[in-house]
């Protein structure tokens, strides 16, 4: 009874040491890999996410450690981009995942779901003025949600894509008027006009704005056939006067300009809008 009684005490240890042998010199790596769902102990965990030269090993070691710190070198290091995403998978600090984002711009995909796991708007805005890759700096901007942090960007960013990018996110339409009145960038001044309603900016934009493109965009808005008149008459660029002709529904307008306007140019575009109409 003695005997059996000891066989009994030690078989699990005996058995946990034929476990992590198999886990570090086990030939097949399947066989590794069915090892480690008995292994909990982190150092081992640890050392074969480190050394193990089969990626799915490491990255099955990855899915059972949770030292924040060893996720975050093997998030860093690992040459494998399902073990880095293991890695990050298991990481919920969110400092820790903008230090990952900022060391691996070169990695566009990690990136991605580094910043996919972000939810303090502190720290999102800390990363954009930071991060140099311009891809994954859109993706930081859209993983933002305070209103306030984006209004910020939109007014004060060097980079005109980002201002962009956050202005795509901006509701509050005193902020949207005085991007588009005063945005040095004639792209971001034309998309902070697309979202604007008030009728008076809008057509103030499309008499005064020294883009053309910026014009083009808010005669795409007016309504007021007299405001249209006066464009077609007046700009000094094809692209909006020919924009503002198409938004006339009205065939004794067209006419009138017809007879009006000596332009070759714009009398062809009159009357291929009263043909259609």
């Excluded at 909990?40 to 050392?47: A, F, G, H, P």
């Excluded at 290091?77 to 900022?102: F, G, M, P, Q």
């Excluded at 502190?122 to 890759?133: F, P, S």
């Excluded at 949207?176 to 004639?186: E, G, K, Q, R």
Aim: hydrophobic residues 40%; charged residues 35%; aromatic residues 6%.
């Amino acid at each position: 009874m003695a005997d059996e009684s000891e066989n009994t005490r030690t078989h699990p240890d005996k058995n946990l040491k034929e476990i992590i042998d198999r886990v570090f010199n086990a030939t097949d790596y399947f066989d590794r890999v069915e090892a480690l769902r008995d292994i909990d102990d982190q150092e081992v965990l640890r050392k074969v996410a480190a050394h193990d030269p089969d990626y799915y090993v490491r990255q099955t070691a990855t899915e059972k450690i949770t030292d924040p710190d060893i996720l975050m070198q093997i998030a860093l290091n690992d040459n494998d981009y399902y073990v880095r995403v293991a890695a990050l998978k298991r990481i919920t600090d969110s400092k820790v995942l903008a230090h990952i984002v900022l060391k691996s711009q070169d990695d566009y995909y990690i990136c991605k779901d580094a910043l996919s796991k972000i939810n303090d708007n502190e720290v999102l805005e800390g990363l954009i003025n930071q991060i140099a890759d311009r891809d994954i700096l859109k993706t930081a901007v859209e993983a933002l949600s305070g209103e306030d942090k984006l209004i910020n960007i939109a007014r004060n960013h060097s980079d005109f894509y980002v201002r962009s990018d956050a202005i795509k996110k901006i509701t509050d339409q005193q902020t949207l008027i005085d991007i588009a009145f005063n945005d040095s960038d004639y792209y971001v001044r034309a998309l902070a006009l697309e979202k604007i309603y008030d009728q008076n900016v809008i057509i103030k934009m499309a008499l005064e704005d020294h883009d053309y493109y910026v014009r083009n965009k808010a005669v795409g808005k007016i309504d007021d056939s007299n405001i249209l008149c006066d464009i077609i008459r007046k700009d000094n660029d094809f692209e909006v006067r020919k924009k503002a002709i198409s938004r006339i529904a009205d065939k004794n307008i067209i006419v009138q300009l017809i007879n009006e306007i000596d332009d070759h140019y714009i009398q062809r575009k009159l009357k291929s809008r009263l043909n259609e109409l």
